[in-house]
């Protein structure tokens, strides 16, 4: 490279030095290759200033980029990994405005399959057309940046990050442009233990309405927004036409039924009894779905976006959508009094709810209605509801037909006996300001288990369908109890006196039967807990594992492919299998089907923890008014340090340390779940009701903590066995006051 000559350089030479440079270039090594006075520092600095401002050059940390360019060693994140396994990446920071980021090519040697998803520290290098990422460094989420949020104490700037179990502040020595009040992304500076932060990102307020789920978004590295060519393939895709050769089921009253705040229709069902003599008091049923597969093609920008995404992510004030929302809300939506393209599972079931046959064509449908959870059953029940907008003939024709045809699935489900664990959803209702209206558990009817009965039903068709073509199948597989989990349910429910032998064969029905001897017992909520920490969690593969949990032997996902990737696969098997036209699945999708199973089973992962995250936000929110009040509480989890409670009714955990119970010893019995009091006995117990006052709640962390009422009602003692000096599993875990 030619030495640059001394003195202040221009704009173009500082863009050419900046393209030169082997290495990251900040304002030093600018200074010191053009040989700068101190003077002509002060004036540099306002050089790169303006040309900032004209967007002429970036910078990550101290260094300079060229504005649509690539830093020379950046933090890259993996968006797309082909079937032949290349992996392509994106800058995680990228500030050109109307400038698409590109994408890099990773060069991996050795260093072990990436996936969607990944961080990695990588050297940049342009060529030809495209750009070259070198790995040097694999980076843990969250390893670098910290999402956090800036406050002002002492004449200082301090970063709390957003993280509950992170209860460090790191002072800021950069704002970047941030001021106190914001949500930011910032990298740590200097050495343990003496880290301080360099915000990287303004967010903007964290408490702003609708602001809790970006929180999310953005420390989970989410895609929420869509590359220019995805939305115009989009555009292009929803006006081609329905296809020759479909089915015409418009004639049929298929309604979608639906949650009230429904932002997308996958599905929608019709049944009527059956025909048939050889299938007398049977019913034949429909179970349409939107033929995403017809609009979504393999290798399209729209399937690379999906597969990134792997599944719509849903927050109680917006939807992350895997597809962009022409398809998804729109032409793919299965919506009231519009022809859709759908893919069509026709079921035949036997009067006892069996399966007696199915077939899958593609057809085009024309919804009846797009009815509400709670309509359809207000109509059902014949309860006076004036929201329930649809006539007497509709509930004649649809909807009693359909209750009729599901009491038959709903004997056959108790047959099966799969799990039952009746676990509460929480409900946010926000108003139109995105303001808190309410936190509540959501009602689960007889209209919900319909919809899922119907939608189990066409999975199980869907695998057997495959299974039958020997055609590649992406399972939805749970597996049975690990053997250490099931060893550690023994001992605590021999705690409650209940007797579990690990020598019998463990189905669900067995989990059922535990909870049925304590359906009425206050210990059923921690006991129904237990029994779900004691499953596997589900994931996608080709290979058939089983549905534990539902009791099933072949089960895939069909029902949803608007917002799951993993149906869409299904489909495209399907269309193949079936021969139903374009947009099957292809010989490299069947070859990578297990590496998809893996991709999208952590994507899902991420999704499930990013809602879960984000209700505890609007759950803190939502109780921060109700600081220094004392609520009703139960216990839903015990540890050494303390234990965590949850506000009847509303949700959230918060922390109640060992440390603020007291003078007395605690001993933490594992096999229990209990921490009990050496000296009195005083028991605090999984699934224990008490009384606690609240006295913080953090909106940004989701986080919440209690502490004891003084002067309130004791909790349970234990049986106190006297002993001589202190066994060695007591530890001292009060604070002596």
Known sequence: MKKPQPGLPSERQILDFIASADAPVGKREIARAFGLSAQEKIALKARLKDMADQGLIDHQGRAFHQMGGVPKVTVLRVVDVTDDGIAWAVPERWEAEGVPPPKLRVRERGRGALGIGDRLLARTEEAGQGWIAHPMKRLARGEELILGVLREEGGRIWLQGVEKKERREFPVIDLGGAAPGDLVLAEKAGRPPRFSARVTERLGDPFAPRSFSMIAVHKHGIPHVFAP?????????ARQPLGEGREDLRHLPIVAIDPADARDHDDAVWAAPDDDPDNAGGWRAVVAIADVSFYVRPGSSLDREARQRGNSVYFPDRVVPML????????????????RAALVCHLQIGKAGALKGFRFTRAVVRIRANIAYEEAQAAINADAAPAFKWDAALVDEALKPLWACWRALDRARAKRAPLEL????????????GRILSVAPRERLDAHRLIEDFMIAANVAAAKALEAKKAPVMYRDHEPPAREKLVALKEFLKTHGIEFALGQVIRPATFNAILDKVAESD???????????????????????????????????????????????????????????????????????????????????????AERETIDRYVAAYLAEHVDQVLQTRITGVQ????????????????????????????????????????????????????????????????????????????????????????????HQGRRR
């Not at 962009?324 to 022809?339: C, N, Q, R, V």
């Not at 009746?422 to 300001?433: G, N």
């Open 229 to 237: 060519e995805t939305i115009e393939e989009a555009h292009s895709v």
């Open 324 to 339: 962009p929302e022409e398809l998804s809300a729109d032409i793919s939506s299965l919506k009231e009094g519009a022809d």
């Open 422 to 433: 009746d676990l509460p959803e929480r409900r946010v209702v926000l108003d139109e300001k």
């Open 523 to 609: 210990s059923r909520p921690q006991i129904m807990e237990q029994v779900l920490r004691s499953q596997t969690q589900a994931y996608y593969a080709p290979a058939n594992m089983g549905h534990f949990g539902l009791a099933l032997g072949s089960y895939a996902h069909f029902t949803s492919p608007i917002r799951r990737y993993a149906d869409l696969i299904v489909h495209r098997a399907l269309v193949s299998a079936y021969r139903l036209g374009e947009g099957g699945l292809t010989e490299g999708e069947a070859a990578a089907m297990e590496r998809i199973g893996e991709s999208i089973s952590m994507l899902e992962r991420r999704a499930m923890e």
């Open 640 to 731: 050494s340090f303390g234990f965590f409670a949850t506000v009847e009714g509303v949700g959230g955990d918060g922390l109640v340390s060992v440390r603020d119970l007291g003078r007395e010893y605690f001993r933490y019995d594992e096999a229990a779940r209990a921490l009990i009091g050496e000296e009195t006995g005083t028991r605090y117990e999984s699934g224990q009701k008490l009384e606690l006052r609240l006295v913080e709640a953090n909106p940004v962390s989701g986080a919440l903590r209690f502490e004891l009422v003084e002067g309130g009602a004791p909790p349970p003692r234990a049986r106190i066995v006297k002993r001589r000096g202190r066994p060695a599993n007591i530890r």
